[in-house]
C-alpha cells in the first residue's frame, strides 16, 4: 500500500457509512504496524472532528495490538527465554505510550552496576549479595503489597522506574538482571508469591525441565531485601497454605519463562479489573491467549489470582 492510499484510506475514517468506515478499518488493519506512524500523525493532526480522532483510536489500539501478538509469536518461538522481552510486551499491552528506549536504558544501567562488581572468583552466595546491594542498598527497591492492586507495581519495568513492587514485578526484575548477567536463577512460582532458586550451572545448561528441588543450591526472595532461605522454609510456607494431597513439588520447582510472563499477564489483568478497568483486562487477556494456553494447569501452580 502506497503512503497516498494510506492517507487517502485515513480521510475516509469519519465517513458517516458504517458500512465505508469498516471496510477502511479492515483495509488498514491488514497492513499492520507500517500504517501506525500514520495513524498518529493524523491522530496528531488537529483535527477536532470528535468521531474521527475515536476511531482513529480504535484503530491504533487495535494496530499495536495486533503488533504485540506478532511479537508475542515470534517470541514463543524462539523458545521464549527472554524474561526481559516477554515482560516487554507485558508492558507494551497495558501503555501504548510507554517509552521502550528509555525503559532498556535503565534496564542496561542498572544491569551494568551489577556487573561492574561481580567476578569469576565470587561464591553464588557473594553474587547474591551484590545483587541485593544494589537493589535495596543503592536503588532502595521495596516490595509493596496494595489492596486493591496497582498494575505498575506488577509490572517489572513500572517497578524499575518507581523502585518498588508486588512479589511478581519486583521478582522478574531481579530475575530479569541475574539472567542478563549469566548468574543461574530461575523463578518459582509459589501461590500468593514468587521466589528464585539459584540453580547449579551443570543443571541448568541440561535445560528446563526441571522438577521440585533438584539442582537447587538456596532460594532467594526478593520481596523481602533478597533474603536467602532454604528448602525447609519454602516447605512450611506452602504447608500452611495447600490442601493436602496437593502436589508440592510441583508447586515449587523452576518455572519456564513463559510460565513467569504468563502469570505476569494475569497478575496486572487482575489489577486492572480491581481498577475497575474491565475493558482493558480483558483486552489484554486476548491479545495474549496463546501464552495463556501454552501450559495446562499452570494458573494452578501460580493462584495469585481468580479464573478468568
Known amino acids: 500500500m502506497s503512503i497516498s492510499e494510506i492517507h487517502a484510506l485515513l480521510a475516509l475514517m469519519d465517513d458517516p457509512d458504517e458500512t465505508v468506515y469498516g471496510h477502511v478499518r479492515e483495509r488498514l488493519l491488514s497492513k499492520g504496524k507500517d500504517v501506525l506512524p500514520f495513524v498518529n500523525d493524523a491522530a496528531n493532526s488537529g483535527r477536532e472532528c470528535e468521531l ?4 482513529l483510536s480504535r484503530l491504533q ?34 501503555d501504548a505510550g510507554w517509552n521502550v528506549a528509555e525503559s532498556n536504558y535503565a ?29 535495596f542498598s543503592v536503588h532502595e527497591f521495596e516490595g509493596v503489597r496494595r489492596i486493591p492492586h496497582v498494575p ?12 518498588k513492587g508486588n512479589t511478581v514485578g519486583l521478582g522478574i526484575l531481579y530475575l530479569s538482571i541475574a539472567q542478563a548477567l549469566g548468574i543461574p536463577m530461575r523463578g518459582i512460582n509459589l501461590p500468593n508469591h514468587f521466589i528464585l532458586a539459584y540453580c547449579d550451572n551443570a543443571f541448568v545448561s541440561e535445560g528446563t525441565g526441571q522438577t521440585s528441588q533438584a539442582g537447587i543450591l538456596f532460594y532467594i526472595n526478593p520481596y523481602s531485601q533478597g533474603t536467602v532461605i532454604g528448602p525447609d522454609e519454602v516447605s512450611e510456607f506452602l504447608s500452611h497454605i495447600e490442601d493436602e494431597g ?38 489484554m487477556l486476548e491479545v495474549f491467549q496463546p501464552l495463556l494456553s501454552s501450559f495446562e494447569n499452570a494458573e494452578e501452580r501460580s493462584g495469585d489470582y481468580p479464573n478468568v
Open 152 to 163: 505498575a507495581e506488577a509490572l517489572p519495568t513500572g517497578v524499575l522506574s518507581q523502585k
Open 52 to 55: 474521527f480522532q475515536s476511531r
Open 246 to 283: 496437593s502436589d508440592s513439588g510441583r508447586q515449587w520447582r523452576p518455572a519456564h519463562p513463559m510460565e513467569i510472563v504468563q502469570r505476569l499477564v494475569r497478575n496486572v489483568s487482575y489489577a486492572l479489573r480491581e481498577q475497575g478497568d474491565e475493558e482493558r483486562a480483558k483486552r
Open 61 to 94: 489500539e487495535g494496530l499495536q495490538q495486533s503488533d504485540i501478538r506478532q511479537e508475542l509469536e515470534t517470541w514463543m518461538e524462539a523458545g521464549g527465554q527472554d524474561l526481559w522481552a516477554g515482560a516487554q510486551l507485558v508492558q507494551r499491552a497495558v
Open 107 to 135: 534496564f542496561e544501567s542498572l544491569k551494568k552496576e551489577v556487573w561492574l562488581e561481580l567476578n569469576e572468583e565470587l561464591t553464588a552466595l557473594e553474587q547474591v549479595r551484590i545483587l541485593n546491594h544494589i537493589f
